[in-house]
């Protein structure tokens, strides 16, 4: 096949604007503004050894971890893209302390939806040229349209979301996205600048033969992860697994969604949350993951079933193949 004969991300979008899910063209304006915005960071990733942006920026966000340059710039041009078109009425961000009101206009507070973003996910990797990411996350907002955004317009629950996606800025340049009605991926050509639909409909398989944890913080882990983990390493029916771990949440969820398999970042002793983000990792992935036929929790709870009570909440996470979740779950019962 040649590019003619695939389908764009452009023309997919207007496609599915004509379904009842969105038919105001609203949401069409702020998927195009999330794609422009993708282009724009993945040219800075593609350069980031020759145009200085790599390393640290000298600061730390408001979660205590220390900002890489890219952290910081991805940040700005997402918030710039979506503030610039107006297609949001509020912004949450894993960089920025605060939500962010748009107020460019009167007709931003006339937006009805709500975008939280991880800008840049994995970017302990850009240093070292391995894959990161971009993952988002939209709700309609439950205050009054016309209104400043309150908290309780970001603080809902993941079966709220509209829609869910992430980038992945790999050895290609993917954009995976959900509005409630499966899976599609794209792939960027980037001699075109142009994402064409080259993964439809993307299903977990029911089980697999990944797991994907960071076995490093083996000694830290609840005992039911430890007894999972020591399962996937017995030799007995379809095992040992393999192991695989990038670090980067992105492209780990990424394989195991095209491969079979699970990822976890349990909660630890020193971290009784765990280290994702409940508003800009887990509920995007949790509802991913779902459309795509997979499960995710908190080994306990289904992820987008928990109140979220302030925006930057972390939440241990076990998300992936179906039956591999529901094992993983009984050991962490049984313990
Ligand atoms: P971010 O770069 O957005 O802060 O996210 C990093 C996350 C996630 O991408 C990854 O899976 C995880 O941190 C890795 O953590 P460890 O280095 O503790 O394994
Ligand atoms: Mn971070
Ligand atoms: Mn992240
Ligand atoms: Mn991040």
Do not use: W
Not at 91 to 111: P, R, T, Y
Not at 135 to 141: A, H, K, P, Q, W
Not at 149 to 169: H, M, P, R, S, T
Not at 202 to 227: A, C, H, L, W
């Amino acid at each position: 096949m040649s590019e003619q004969s695939f389908q764009t991300l452009g023309e997919f979008i207007i496609d599915k604007q004509e379904d009842f899910l969105y038919s105001t063209g609203e949401l069409s304006r702020l998927l195009s503004a999330i794609r422009l915005a993708s282009k724009v960071v993945n040219r800075q990733v593609n350069k980031a050894g020759i145009a200085n942006i790599i390393g640290k920026a000298g600061n730390e966000n408001i979660q205590g971890e220390e900002q890489q340059k890219l952290d910081v710039l991805a940040n700005e041009i997402f918030i710039e893209a979506l503030s610039q078109r107006e297609v949001v009425c509020g912004i949450a961000s894993e960089e920025s302390d605060d939500f962010i009101e748009i107020q460019a206009s009167c007709n931003a507070h006339l937006s009805k939806y709500v975008v939280l973003i991880d800008p840049l996910d994995g970017s302990s990797n850009i240093d070292v040229n391995v894959s990161v990411g971009t993952i988002f996350s939209i709700y309609r907002r439950v205050s009054e349209p016309g209104t400043p955004v309150i908290l309780e317009d970001f603080l809902q629950k993941g079966v709220n979301q509209i829609a869910a996606g992430y980038v992945v800025y790999g050895s290609s340049t993917m954009i995976v996205y959900t509005t409630g009605n499966g899976v599609n991926g794209f792939t960027l050509d980037p001699s075109l600048g142009t994402y064409y639909l080259s993964h439809p409909n993307m299903m977990f398989s029911r089980t697999g033969k990944i797991y994907s944890i960071n076995e490093g913080n083996y000694i830290k882990f609840p005992q039911g992860v430890k007894d999972y983990i020591k399962y996937c390493q017995r030799e007995e029916e379809d095992r040992p697994y393999t192991s695989r771990y990038i670090g980067s949440l992105v492209s780990d969820f990424h394989r195991n969604m095209i491969k079979g398999g699970i990822y976890i970042y349990p909660s630890t002793s020193q971290s009784p949350n765990g280290k994702l983000r409940l508003l800009y990792e887990c509920n995007p992935m949790a509802f991913l993951a779902e459309q795509a036929g997979g499960k995710c929790t908190d080994g306990f709870q289904r992820i987008m079933e928990i109140q979220p009570t302030e925006l930057h909440q972390r939440v241990p996470f076990f998300c992936g193949s179906y039956d591999m979740v529901e094992k993983a779950e009984a050991f962490m019962r049984e313990a």
